[in-house]
């Protein structure tokens, strides 16, 4: 059995049309959806963008996190580093197996000096230029930004530096077929038909869009928000009230239509397996590593505070060769660390000791009903979440100095999570807390879930 596993970086799960978003055009992926199984309840488990791969490529959890700064690298955060030595990841144990395995993908972060993330692949792709990636020399704002909300920002604001960057790196585009979401599932069909009959193989696809930068192509963005004469905006401010609301529609605009993007050349991509004749043996997944605040609460992107269900709920549809699931429903709780073990399962090959993820098929046969687990945990950075079927609780997982305060939302009277009811049920938030303390279990005095031998720990930092 062959594995093809798309993810779009940041794609919402509730800007889907099968998930009941009449706004949003994505008929292929709602196609998918119809041919498949779509999963309701699937929430990662460390974020953002680095620590969800760690948790893809191994189906092994990775918070609670160590902290290991990163040297050359701008972000820094726990759970922010190199795979570890010990790691087994997905491509490697395939590899062993018999297995081609490829990986495309433009998410910049993975290729980093000293970033692992393409190990055990027998080929790889690095399609360049996204968001602040070096690809052109900029050592200074040199382009025309009079056309953009970041010329308006101060001198020292980063976001003036990454929109230079970035408008530099894609000055040579005409076509939507240049844009890197379209580049990256364009190659992953190339990759297809050049070496999709060779033996079985997996195909890891990373598409950094809908991740901002959000610049949709105009005809996209302007069918989801016609009319718009105001500037552009590249890299938007964390808060909307830093934005006009005319503004703030066209982001909204520009990000449905990236995810509309990712949609019309997931359908291209599917259509170079039904040509090649590879969709009866090939298991096809699309998923995200998180998705990002669009408004709600006044906050625009995802953040180190912000776990909630916009930010950490995926998508998660998988087609089956076998027509017996197709148009599945799956509820309760399944997690990024759940889909390694469970596509290994499928394939008909053993699971690396090392995963303790679950395989979460029986969930879509009926063997078992309720989702893999009661509680969800979720954590970004210094800040975590623990949802049950009734309530969300996001709060600091260790002692910060001015943090923001802990909340709880009731996800039956408010299943978009707008509303903290803490003062209301403090005794629900002492409950959930003890729960993630369980999680996190003897982490402050030496435990290993989010450990490895390399690289390591600084001496004497404070947890």
């Known amino acids: 059995m062959n594995l093809l596993v798309v993810v779009a970086d940041t794609f919402r799960a509730d800007y889907l049309g099968c998930d009941g978003n009449a706004w949003i055009q994505t008929p292929n992926l709602d196609q998918m959806a119809a041919e498949g199984i779509r999963f309701n309840d699937f929430y990662a488990?460390?974020?953002?963008?680095?620590?969800?791969?760690?948790?893809?490529?191994t189906g092994r959890r990775c918070f609670p996190f160590r902290y290991y700064p990163q040297k050359s690298d701008m972000v820094q955060l726990p759970g922010w580093h190199p795979l570890f030595d010990e790691d087994v990841t997905l491509a490697e144990w395939l590899r062993e197996l018999g297995y081609c395995t490829g990986l495309i993908s433009d998410v910049y972060h993975q290729f980093k000096p000293g970033k692992n993330f393409h190990r055990g692949f027998h080929s790889w792709q690095w399609i360049r230029g996204q968001e602040q990636d070096a690809l052109v020399p900029t050592p200074d704002p040199d382009v025309d930004l009079s056309g953009y909300a970041e010329d308006r920002y101060e001198e020292n604001d980063p976001r003036r530096r990454m929109a230079a960057q970035y408008l530099n790196n894609r000055a040579w585009w005409s076509e939507e077929a240049d844009h890197y979401g379209a580049q990256v599932l364009g190659a992953a069909s190339d990759w297809l038909e050049q070496y999709g009959h060779k033996r079985p193989?997996?195909?890891?696809?990373?598409?950094?869009?809908?991740?901002?930068?959000?610049?949709?192509?105009?005809?996209?963005?302007?069918?989801?928000?016609?009319?718009?004469?105001?500037?552009?905006?590249?890299?938007?401010?964390?808060?909307?009230?830093?934005?006009?609301?005319?503004?703030?529609?066209?982001?909204?605009?520009?990000?449905?239509?990236?995810?509309?993007?990712?949609?019309?050349?997931?359908?291209?991509?599917?259509?170079?397996?039904?040509?090649?004749?590879?969709?009866?043996?090939?298991?096809?997944?699309?998923?995200?590593?998180?998705?990002?605040?669009?408004?709600?609460?006044?906050?625009?992107?995802?953040?180190?505070?912000?776990?909630?269900?916009?930010?950490?709920?995926?998508?998660?549809?998988?087609?089956?060769?076998?027509?017996?699931?197709?148009?599945?429903?799956?509820?309760?709780?399944?997690?990024?660390?759940?889909?390694?073990?469970?596509?290994?399962?499928?394939?008909?090959?053993?699971?690396?000791?090392?995963?303790?993820?679950?395989?979460?098929?029986?969930l879509v046969t009926g063997e078992r009903t309720g989702g893999l687990r009661d509680y969800a945990v979720s954590a970004f950075g210094w800040y975590a979440c623990v949802r049950n079927a009734r309530w969300a609780y996001h709060t600091p997982w260790i002692k910060l100095e001015n943090p923001r305060p802990a909340e709880l939302y009731d996800r039956e009277a408010d299943p978009d999570e707008l509303v903290n009811v803490i003062g209301e049920h403090p005794e629900v938030a002492r409950e959930l807390d003890e729960v993630l303390r369980a999680y996190i279990g003897d982490f402050e005095v030496g435990g290993t879930v989010g450990t490895g031998e390399t690289p390591a720990a600084i001496p004497g930092l404070k947890w």
Not at 202 to 223: Q, R
Not at 241 to 263: M, N
Not at 305 to 315: F, H, K, L, T
Request: hydrophobic share 40%; glycine share 6%; aromatic share 10%.
């Open 201 to 362: 193989w997996m195909l890891w696809v990373e598409s950094f869009d809908p991740h901002e930068p959000w610049d949709a192509p105009k005809e996209l963005a302007d069918a989801y928000l016609p009319g718009y004469e105001g500037p552009e905006v590249i890299f938007a401010q964390p808060f909307a009230t830093r934005h006009s609301p005319e503004e703030v529609a066209r982001i909204k605009a520009h990000y449905a239509g990236e995810c509309t993007l990712i949609d019309r050349w997931m359908g291209r991509l599917l259509d170079t397996l039904r040509q090649q004749n590879l969709l009866d043996d090939t298991i096809v997944v699309f998923t995200s590593d998180h998705g990002c605040m669009m408004g709600e609460q006044g906050e625009i992107h995802k953040g180190a505070d912000r776990v909630r269900i916009q930010v950490s709920r995926c998508p998660l549809i998988i087609r089956h060769p076998d027509p017996q699931y197709a148009g599945r429903v799956v509820d309760g709780f399944v997690q990024h660390q759940d889909l390694m073990p469970t596509l290994l399962k499928l394939a008909g090959e053993a699971v690396p000791e090392r995963c303790n993820g679950e395989d979460f098929w029986p």
């Open 45 to 57: 488990e460390a974020l953002p963008t680095l620590p969800v791969r760690r948790v893809f490529y």
